[in-house]
């Protein structure tokens, strides 16, 4: 099946057998050169990134570029899913699949780069993430040939297993009975335990938390300071958001804070389980959403609630480059004016505690009352008449109840 088009083939590379498979053969079949590529969005240190272009080379790409989009995906992902304070389910807080959008976008500005016309990739038909990255990269690029091997051959494990063999390529690491994706925002872990709604994962399965209720830490107690709703500092500390979100994963980590198992519907409309570790995220969202709670009005808090769902499950759906989404992050980083202070936290295994919350724009601290034992701005003869007037609507539907209505 050679092809006449003799640009190269832009692979979305991620190192494991599926995408390991395609790089010899996008190259046999097509018979043209293939790139690959690894949009780094969290997850890869310096001996992954390593050893992943050195597998790349290895399998018979003629270049792999690694491309490091962490802040790029804070930016433009990530600061608004904590402005929403987004849980999908009202537990999962979008660990991985969130960032296929950004890393479709930088896959196809590397194949303008290269003058490709053609992107793979090495998703199943069974999973999310195919929908995801033909979606933003057939809305990116419309004309752009996109390639899934995997899913459009249906090759199976032994198959492409015995395919590299018979080439004298190297294999990818075997033996784990767990898959594990990795980002930034959280970890995600699927094995045979998640393939029914019955059990938990075993305890050796956890990546950051293995040993968080074998071997407990004492409780610590940390402060977490936000500027307009995004995180700036940690214990005094000022970072980048990023190494803010990295250096709370290992600390939160070790108290098995964040760990869950999501039960949900799938893009494909199935429904699909999955365990998860996301400490920052459960750090930064449980303490973000304490100090919108504080400087807020209640109506913002209701407007936002809905929209920051909707904003959740198109990110789920692959639809972060419609442009309902804009719209959405506009009113998000709106809402995000006064949320600046700082809360205090207490980790605890398996558990992250708000111990309290300050703020120049609270509106707690804003009033002359206190709440349940004085009044301030208004008068006992206000909160009498007050009161009269929000009984107002039931007094009269009980009235036209007992036919008194005329």
């Known amino acids: 099946m050679a092809s006449q088009d003799s640009s190269p083939i832009i692979l979305a590379f991620s190192g494991g057998l599926d995408t390991s498979f395609c790089v010899p053969w996008l190259k046999e079949t097509y018979g043209r050169e293939v790139i690959t590529a690894t ?3 969290g997850g890869i240190d310096a001996e992954a990134a390593e050893a992943l272009e050195e597998r790349a080379l290895a399998l018979g790409a003629i270049e792999h570029v690694r491309i490091d989009a962490r802040d790029d995906f804070f930016d433009t992902v990530i600061r608004h899913l904590i402005a929403g304070n987004v849980l999908r389910g009202n537990a999962y807080p979008l660990c991985v699949g969130a960032e296929r959008g950004l890393q479709a976008t930088r896959l196809a500005e590397l194949a303008v780069a290269r003058g ?9 038909a069974a999973g999310n993430d195919q929908v995801r990255f033909e979606v933003a990269l057939r809305t990116l690029s419309p004309g752009l040939e996109v390639l899934a ?5 249906a090759w199976v494990r032994e198959e492409q297993l015995a395919f590299l063999e018979s080439k004298g390529l190297p294999l990818p690491a075997q033996g784990s009975d767990y898959s594990i994706n990795r980002g930034l925002w959280g970890i995600t872990i699927g094995g045979r335990e998640t393939l029914t709604s019955q059990a938990s994962i075993p ?11 074998e071997q ?34 290992a600390l939160a980590g070790q108290y098995g804070i964040g760990r869950g198992i999501h039960l949900g519907d799938t893009v494909l ?17 449980t303490a973000h959403r304490e100090l919108e709670k504080l400087t807020m009005t209640g109506s913002q808090l209701r407007i936002k609630e809905p929209l920051s769902t909707i904003y959740g499950d198109m990110l789920h759906e692959g639809q972060h480059l419609d442009p309902a989404c804009r719209d959405i992050e506009a009113l998000l980083s709106s809402s995000q004016d006064r949320v600046t202070g700082q809360v205090r936290l207490l980790f605890r295994p398996g558990h992250v505690f708000v111990e309290g919350a300050i703020s120049p724009h609270s509106l707690l601290a804003a009033t002359k009352g206190s709440y349940g034992e004085a009044a301030g701005e208004w008068t006992a003869a206000d909160a009498l008449g007050f009161s009269r007037v929000r009984s107002l609507p039931g007094m009269l539907y009980t009235r036209a109840g007992e036919g008194k209505g005329t």
């Open 39 to 41: 949009i780094d969005t």
């Open 116 to 124: 490709a016309t053609t992107v793979a990739h090495g998703c199943t």
């Open 149 to 153: 091997p995997v899913r459009d051959n």
């Open 203 to 213: 305890e050796s399965a956890w990546v950051l938390s293995a040993d968080a209720f």
């Open 216 to 249: 407990p830490r004492p409780p610590s107690e940390h402060v977490l300071t936000f500027e307009a709703g995004v995180p700036t500092e940690l214990d005094g500390e000022k970072m980048t958001p990023v190494a803010l979100i990295e250096a709370l994963e």
């Open 269 to 285: 409309g199935t429904k699909g389980r999955v365990a998860f570790e996301a400490p920052a995220a459960e750090v930064i969202l």
